[in-house]
């Protein structure tokens, strides 16, 4: 007839002392070590504050119709510019060329926000004429909202130049994010909501592209244009308007930020009780075995030894 | 995940059990009879659903069968939040109606029964309802009556059953949830503020005559910024211009200078000599000279002429002559027959003096004339516009106060007997050889570019081996050229270091001395090597220098064999900045401590 285990159960033992003995100063010292190394073991490893954390979102892209151009039509430094600034086309001169610009703004997957931008340009030339080089600039009005509300005016910049004179020009790229420190996790970030162009200023050098860009590269939340791949088609363009067709798409950006308060505990107390529960289980064998053995002297009430004093 | 599901359907169970009871108050017996309708094959009538709240809706007897389509509400409907309520139509549904356009006996619903039903004995089908399963549902009932005459009457009503279950499901089925909401009709009231919300940017939002924004008024006097005026002879107001290079480097002659903004430009315009030497206004002075400013903004405000302060004739080698300006005298452009244009204007200083209230005293312009040749040539000119106070000195302009900043030039002079002079004009401060298109150290006129604090550079030219042939004369052009024509012994080694204070200026050491002997030896790099440190507090420390060395390497061995055979050896000119600040000390003595810190971000959230 062979046993089997029918039932267990723990049985506690206690263990008893006064306040003065080996055995309290033992036991104070392993709740230090149970409860502080794990903390120092998990900042030293690197990573215990979260300081910086990112997430998705598309954002809300608007074209503020706002455009310069300018093309080189000879070698000899000659060229044509337009704008939608009255007092840059004003002082152009004889150098201002009106062009048809067509521009559309789409929303493809239905979703509410805008996905992509298509700038058509038709610059008509002179017979003489001939485009070499082109710089397209275009401005945008910038939202972000899922964890601080990002409002900005960014601008999106082409320039392309080549030796032989071209026929047409197709971009087609992405408005991307460009972050140099993380945004806050919440509130309004609205310090880059200023003009790109100063689009009421008389003074040239307030539409001078070096200055333009200067000034807004020195921002630390930018928009750059990613076009790796512009198309110049080859061809003259004896007569007929000279082509600038540009698709801008609109994508979901990876946006970094910085966690706020309770994200930053949250992460940093998974890492502490993962690390504390070991410490735990080690110093528990460590105590029982002390305990047990009765390397520090205590008075140990055994179970089932009932009404004790 | 089993245990779950155990203990959720147990929960199921005991709450079905409650919901039995309660229901059996008020539960209708007859929910759905049809069995054509009846896909959803329940065992239990009143097990699944909890209490059954009867609304009327609508109860008539019947006198047409047309449905009419939901009306569309007057309201936009709520973005989020309970549902609306489900459109009922289940007085459209008929089980029993199997023949299209014939009636069918007994069948009470059938929309074709109209005069038959006063023929009929009984209903087959008296409930008709929405599946069970919907939180809110609608009953139709059908009933007899019979009638004084004996013929039967028809009885309809329509009910909406709430359904309290706990996995109801609730049905939205109205139409005007799929679809846009109507548009606002724009009328002549609404139509702005429509319009302000839908169209935020578009083109020609900007208008075209836009007007300087208005400023206040008070002072009669320009502000920073301001557009200077002009008068013409016919009383016509126009603006100051000052050429620009604006988005290209070609020249736009229509930029406005600004009041106390100090422009200086570069800008090249493409001249056809034969066309344009006497005609283009572009070159002439007399378009420069030719201005009357407004003092000030107002309509009456008093005319400024620009006077002529200087005219410098530049020859074609580059060097530079006044013209001592007469009356009346001709200094327009002129073509001249070798296929040059004389008096041509190629630089344009504009000083302008005002007053504390922002009035222009008075104007004063100097021109730089020269010649161009060649057809088609690109014509670089250079404008510059500056502002003093009245009463102040025209630019003794200091590097910082006190300590240099970075960009700045340094300041240097040279010793009298009073003290330190220095000159004010730029080129005359210490300064590098700049490198040109010549490339040849011993011709042409040399650039030269002062020497900016915190900017290490280097440039050069070459040195022609023929040329090296008179060793001595040789080294004294090239130490001249690498030197400057006008070589100072000492700098500031502040920022503002008074002139009369000659303890503040530092001495340019220099342990070069032509040595004559057989092989000539001659300068090959001149380098200047300055040491500066930090100065005063940690807070805002000051630039100063400390020490400046020139350094000038001469060769050892011959000429030709440095050159390798080329023919020419290249010379060069360099600075460097060299920081020597020494690392900041606590100023009085400090008990020790014990450092025993944690690192700085421990409680990073916290504090």
Redesign the interface.
Known sequence: MAFYEVYSHPAVIRYKTSVCTKATLFLVVVLCLTYIPPLLVA?RSQGF?L?RSTYEEQPVV????QT?M?AATGT????V?WS?????N????P?LRIPA?S?KEEDLNKDGKLDLLTFQLQLPLKNNEQVYSV?LLLTF?YQLFRMSTVVMQSLAFVQLASPVPGAKLFISGDLRLQQRTPLPHRGLYNIYNVSVID??S????A???ENIVRSYQARNLTTVLSCPMPVWTVGPAAGSPFELNVEIRYPVEVITYRPG?WE??KFAWIQYVSILLIFIWVFERVQRFVFQNQVLTTVSIPVGKPHLS | MAAFVFLASDFFFIFLLIVTVNSNENSTSSYFNSTAWDDLNFTSGTTFVASTESTVLSSTTRTSSGTEPPPLPAEPLPVSGRLPTPVTAVDTLCPCDEHTDACDISCCCDADCQQEVALFTSCSVTDVSDSRQLCSRGVASYALRTRIDGFSELLTSIKKETNYDLFCIHSYNRVDGLSLPPPALPTDRNFQTLFQRFS????G??????E??AQVQSSPGYQFGD?LRTADESGQGG?FYLP???????C?????A?FLKD?Q?RC?R?VILETDCSSLPALSMDSYSNILLLNGKNQDAAVVPVDVSSVVLRSTEGTQSELTVGAGEDLRPVLLSTGVCARVALKVVYVIRYNAAGEVVNAAVSVVLGFIRGASV?LEQEFQATFVQDGGELALRLSGNPGYVVGRPLLSGTKTAEGISRSTELRDALSLLHSSAEQDCLRGPHRRSPVLFGVNAVSGCTLRLDDAANCSLVLQQLLDVLRGPNYPQYVASFGNSPLNKQLDWVSIQSSFSPVEDQSCSLPLSLHLEIEWTKYGSLENPQAQIVSIREIIQTNSSSLPLLSGGGGSLPVRSSVAFVPVSADALPGYRATPTIDAKL?F??F??FV
């Open positions: 900042y504050w300081k608007r074209f503020q119709y310069l300018v000899q430094g000659d060229y510019a939608t600034f009255p007092h840059l004003n002082m152009l001169g150098n610009v521009v710089q009005s689009g009421s008389p003074f040239a050098s539409y001078d592209l308060f930053t505990i | 935020s940017f578009m083109f939002a900007q208008s075209s005559d836009q300087l924004p557009v603006v620009a290079a604006g988005i290209t480097a070609a736009v002659d229509k930029s406005p600004a422009q430009s090249s493409r690109l690192p971000n421990f990073f959230p």
